[in-house]
């Protein structure tokens, strides 16, 4: 017998033991669905680039005073190619402080 295995024996019934085996599959799966959910959410409000029309959506104010704010430097925007773009992170963090002030 190898040195580094203990071996026991314990009596349980099928029942008991499916039950045990369901218990942890059934805590494993949730633990997996829990992180990869938020993994989800974070790399969404990281990464997602939205357009000037959905940012003056969420912020609620107009085209000319989105792009004040970009030029002012308030409100970081990118340019990709011919396209603004804004980080959602950046738009919900401006909308943020628009509700504190």
């Known amino acids: ?3 580094n295995h203990n071996l026991f024996t ?4 099928i029942k008991a033991f499916e039950a045990l085996i369901e218990f942890h599959i059934n805590n494993a799966v ?3 669905l829990a992180n990869i959910q938020s993994q989800k959410e974070i790399a969404k ?3 997602e680039w939205i357009t000037r029309k959905q940012a003056t959506e969420i912020l609620g104010i107009s085209a000319p005073t ?3 704010l970009s030029k002012s430097g ?3 925007c990118y340019h ?3 396209s603004v773009r804004y980080k ?3 738009v919900d963090n401006a909308h943020k402080q628009k509700k504190m002030s």
């Open 30 to 32: 949730a633990a997996a």
């Open 10 to 13: 314990v009596n349980i019934d």
């Open 45 to 47: 409000s990281q990464d």
């Open 88 to 90: 959602r992170s950046e």
């Open 1 to 3: 017998m190898d040195k």
């Open 80 to 82: 990709l190619g011919k």
């Open 66 to 68: 989105i792009i004040n």
């Open 74 to 76: 308030i409100l970081p």
